[in-house]
């Protein structure tokens, strides 16, 4: 019984006294293999032996007559195993070879199926009947081999030390009949509850009656049940002490029966007021951290040193799609596993798992990426208990959306750099560029004016480069007026029928005298290839592409112009063997005020919009356009429109 504190110190004194016949003596002791640990100092009197000598370990064996002695182990190891209780009447060999008659009520302080419980032991002396109990100081005792007085006052001496064995147990130790009215309570009770030992035997309810009132129903049946079963039992209550506390109780009953009734109930009462309030405040603080646990937005899972799962909340079975199901005999290991599958790199996450296990004392943060898209924080440090390293504790957060979010945030503040980038290169682009023809147009009118006041002729020549001057400028505001139109939605498209074969001629043969260094080659089909749309703008974007294969091609060369049929599509190519575009930029290529970057400002002309605007302008006539370049072998820009007629060509179209 955890308990009951026994205490030996004090109670080996052998001060001689007189002992009365009905006077119990005790003795403590266990095992399937009957040892006594303890002995009352009043059996060791009648018995004549010392406490080291009732320790030993065959001295059970050695005190009882041989003849009874299969009788005793049998009784001790029933009430062992069953925790109950059984009387036994037995001859045991005293000092000088004397014979005692002893009876012994066993009763079981803690039983074990295995024999590891442990009982207590109340001994009489058995003195016959028929023969005086006080016979004349001359006469000896044959029972003890004492006088009759000596053996009165030993007797007498022995109650009174179990009253003071008794008292000194922390507990209430007691007895009451079968009623449950009171025979014996001992000191503690005054001390734990207030109430004076006479009340408890005078008042016949006075357990009942004290009991806290919402055990005073379900206690008395519960102990009446198990009494009336001659059934050992325990179980826990609350009394109501004198100054109104409330005292819990943990009550340890042995049934004292005879043939099967219940005669006599014996116990110990052991105040665990201290241990449930620290239970409670445990149990309350263990809903606090579990109610915590399940109220967090992160999944929490934690594994001892053994791998195996000591706690986890459900947000952590929501996060790893874990079924209930999964939960039965799992561990450590099988969830290492299933989460292998569930990663995106799993080789990763395993080696990181690993690293911590050979590593308890460090804490980690690291992302993990599912293979559903979803993207999870994970936080681990050391679970301490104390100074000791006694597991370690996971938490994943999702932050798939933050992920996205930022991500997102970052796009728009790229693009805005890139926006403030593009307009502040634009700026510089546009001044320049603005500026370019507006010097030499001042010089040209700045000229004429001179010779318009002198009465000069003026020069033909110098009215055509300030003609030039102009249409280059002119060229500059539409192109900015186009881009403004396309931005706002509002380009607008004639639609006709458009010979592209005749219409790429005479673009052509305007673009010939402007760039002497280059050969222009031209080559077309025989049919005629028909186009629904604008003839201006489609003018504008050949223009484009042509003087931008001039521009880009600053060392002359050829430059070839081809138009083709790809079934139902007319598919017109612009060949340079210019500085050519890098790989990188071709997907900016024809985006606003975009220009790559190995085509400086001053060597090359423009605003960086007349792809912007060929794109819009070929996208709106139904195809699309597209460039094949590289780096110093000059580039071919490709663009298809649908034709009016002609029959579907087996090739497919080539693209970039």
Known sequence: MADTQWSEAGLEATDPASVSPDSPMLWLGGGLLPRLRWVSPSLLQALGHSLEECKARDFVQ????????????????????????????????????????????????????????????????????????????????????????????????????????????????????????????????????????????????????????EDQDWAPAFCMKAAMECRAHEFEYRMIAADGRVVWLRDIVTVISEDGVPRELRGIMVDITEHRRAREYLEHMVSLL????????????????????????????????????????????????????????????????????????????????????????????????????????????????????????????????????????????????????????????????????????????????????????????????DTSRIQAGRLELRHEPVPLQQLTREVLADLRPVSPHHTLEYEEPDETLTIQGDRGRLAQVLVNLLENAIKYSPMGGTIRLTVERYGGQALVSVTDRGIGIPSDQKAHLFERFFRARNAPISGFGGLGLGLYICRDIVEHHGGRIWVESEVGSGSTFRFTLPALEGAADAHALPGP
Request: proline share 4%; charged share 30%; glycine share 4%.
């Open 62 to 213: 050695r005190l009882v007559h041989p003849e009874d002695l299969d009788r005793v182990l049998e009784a001790w190891r029933r009430v062992i195993r069953t925790g109950g209780s059984s009387s036994v009447e037995f001859r045991a060999e005293a000092t000088q070879g004397r014979l005692v008659h002893l009876s012994v009520e066993l009763s079981a302080v803690e039983s074990a199926a295995d024999g590891g419980g442990e009982l207590i032991g109340t001994v009489r002396v058995l003195v016959p009947a028929a023969r005086p109990v006080f016979q004349s100081p001359s006469t000896t005792c044959p029972l003890l081999g004492e006088t009759p007085e000596e053996v009165a006052q030993e007797l007498t001496r022995s109650e009174r030390e179990h009253v003071e064995l008794t008292d000194t147990v922390d507990g209430i130790v007691w007895s009451t009949d079968a009623r449950f009215r009171f025979t014996f309570v001992s000191k503690q009770a005054e001390r734990l509850l207030g109430y004076s030992t006479q009340k408890w035997m005078q008042e016949p309810d006075f357990w009942v009656k004290h009991l806290h009132p």
């Open 290 to 481: 579990r109610a915590t646990l399940e109220s967090t937005a992160d999944g929490v899972v934690v594994v001892d040193q053994r791998r195996r799962v000591t706690a986890y909340n459900r947000r952590f079975l929501e996060l790893w799609r874990m079924s209930d199901e999964f939960r039965k005999d799992w561990d450590g290991e099988k969830m290492l596993r299933y989460a292998l599958t569930q990663v995106q790199h799993p080789e990763q996450f395993r080696e990181r798992v690993l690293a911590l296990r050979t590593a308890p004392e460090q804490e980690s943060h690291d992302t993990i990426e599912m293979r559903d898209g979803r993207i999870l924080e994970r936080y681990s440090r050391p679970q301490r208990l104390g100074d000791t390293i006694i597991g370690r504790v996971w938490s994943y957060r999702d932050v798939t959306t933050e992920r996205r979010a930022q991500a997102e945030r970052e796009r728009l503040l790229h693009e805005a750099e890139e926006a403030i980038r593009v307009r502040d290169d634009f700026l510089s682009i546009a001044s320049h560029e603005l500026k370019t023809p507006l010097t030499p147009l001042k010089l040209h009118l700045q000229v004429l004016r001179q010779r318009a006041v002198s009465g000069q002729p003026f020069p033909l020549q110098h009215v055509e480069k300030a003609l030039a001057q102009v249409a280059r400028l002119s060229g500059l505001i539409n192109d900015l007026l």
